[in-house]
T-cell receptor, first 114, second 111 residues
Framework: SAVISQKPSRDICQRGTSLTIQCQVD?????MFWYRQQPGQSLTLIAT?????????ESGFVIDKFPISRPNLTFSTLTVSNMSPEDSSIYLC???????????FGPGTRLTVT | KQEVTQIPAALSVPEGENLVLNCSFT??????LQWFRQDPGKGLTSLLL?????REQTSGRLNASLDKSSGRSTLYIAASQPGDSATYLC??????????FGPGTRLSVLP
């Protein structure tokens, strides 16, 4: 299994600002995923981040709002841009095991926008 | 488009009971189905992964089954304990690591 860490664990931000969330994995992985979990809701996939290529965004999510970087096989960042209170959520990164396809999650970043 | 539902939405049981959580998915052409546990305000912990060629997986007091033809999976928890209290999420993977999550079942096990 993979061990995943995220920074920050939580933050309170003002409307109109941006926050970059970091995700670090203890092993090299091809695909990393970013999810959003709004209060009381289940998880929704934002995008898939592959090293060396542009991230693939799901319907309803755009690069201008959620730019993603994937500089190497162990690290990725998600930026939440021009935040509004509706962006208050837990943001989680995950990776998949290349053999079993089992998915592992980081501890999440709890974002509150005031 | 894959849709995943879970029944019940919430469940409260006394300690020691056996219980079953249900997960349904609309597109049976899945690669895998995975069950997770989420504690309040925390990330997800993987419990069991059932690959498309498998019918069930077991880990300790947990047993998960998969019936692709009927679009259903169940998570069986034996001899429940207060520490099992959490939200349980199932997720279906249709495209190889592209998971669609259900809304979850919030479980409370009372001492």
């Amino acid at each position: 299994s993979a061990v995943i860490s995220q920074k920050p664990s939580r933050d309170i931000c003002q409307r109109g600002t941006s926050l970059t969330i970091q995700c670090q994995v203890d092993s090299q992985v091809t695909m990393m995923f970013w999810y959003r979990q709004q209060p009381g809701q289940s998880l929704t996939l934002i995008a898939t981040a592959n090293q060396g290529s542009e991230a693939t965004y799901e319907s309803g999510f755009v690069i201008d709002k959620f730019p993603i970087s994937r500089p190497n096989l162990t690290f990725s960042t998600l930026t939440v841009s021009n935040m509004s209170p509706e962006d208050s959520s837990i943001y989680l990164c995950s990776v998949g095991d290349r053999t079993s396809y089992e998915q592992y999650f980081g501890p999440g970043t709890r974002l509150t926008v005031t | 488009k894959q849709e995943v539902t879970q029944i019940p939405a919430a469940l409260s049981v006394p300690e020691g009971e056996n219980l079953v959580l249900n997960c349904s998915f609309t597109d049976s052409a899945i690669y895998n189905l995975q069950w997770f546990r989420q504690d309040p305000g925390k990330g997800l912990t993987s419990l069991l992964l059932i690959q498309s060629s498998q019918r069930e997986q077991t880990s300790g007091r947990l047993n998960a089954s998969l019936d692709k033809s009927s679009g259903r999976s169940t998570l069986y928890i034996a001899a429940s304990q207060p520490g099992d209290s959490a939200t349980y999420l199932c997720a279906a993977d249709n495209y190889g690591q592209n998971f669609v999550f259900g809304p979850g079942t919030r479980l409370s096990v009372l001492p």
